[in-house]
Structures are given as structure tokens and as C-alpha cells.
């Protein structure tokens, strides 16, 4: 991620030198909490349901990032980075469940 950075905000001089660590970090944080809540979240909403809505969670995330790159606006990328940490580790939990209802059995 760190060599993407660069080259999104090498164009524009005054942010030549992003620092990547809050990005990393905004992802990781709320990724030692949602995992665990996403397991009730499924079991209410339905597994595609969830999964769906999760992975627009991660594709919103991405898009914001990409948007905050390219504009070079640091807040906003930090703001996509959080939003893709939403649902960043919570789609395994999802992957996990159709896999587990789908070889039931066998």
C-alpha cells in the first residue's frame, strides 16, 4: 500500500511525503471489534444479505480511498480506509458461514 501511496500523491508536491502508518491503522481498528459482531449481524440480516451489504461496505471504502488519492486529500483517504475497515475482515465471517452451510453434510 505503502508504494501505491507514492505514486497516487507523487503528482502534487505537498503531499509527496504522505504517511501511511494512520491508514494501516484506521483499517486495523475496527477490525479487532466488527468481526466479532458480525456473526449476529448475519444471523439477523441472512448470509447474502450480509455478505452483499458488506462488500458494497468494502467497494464504498475503496472508491472513497481511490477519490482521496487522486484529489490528494489525505482526510478523505484516511475516511475510506475506515469505511473499507468496516467490512475489511468481517466478509471472511460471511465467506466462512456460505461455506460451511454449502459442503453441510458431506
Keep these: 500500500m505503502h508504494c ?10 505537498n503531499t509527496a511525503l504522505v504517511p501511511a502508518r494512520p491508514c494501516c491503522s484506521v483499517y486495523a481498528l475496527p477490525n479487532a471489534i466488527i468481526p ?8 439477523k440480516y441472512g448470509r447474502w444479505s450480509g455478505v452483499i ?19 490528494g486529500m489525505y482526510w478523505l483517504m484516511v475516511v475510506g ?23 453441510k453434510g458431506e
Design 53 to 71: 451489504a458488506i462488500a458494497t461496505l468494502i467497494f464504498s471504502g475503496i472508491c472513497v480511498t481511490g477519490l482521496g488519492v487522486y484529489s
Design 81 to 103: 480506509r475506515l469505511v473499507y475497515g468496516l467490512g475489511g475482515e468481517s466478509i471472511y465471517v460471511g465467506v466462512d458461514i456460505l461455506v460451511t452451510r454449502w459442503f
Design 36 to 43: 466479532l459482531l458480525s456473526g449476529p449481524f448475519f444471523s
Design 4 to 13: 501505491a501511496l507514492r505514486l497516487g500523491f507523487h503528482a502534487n508536491p
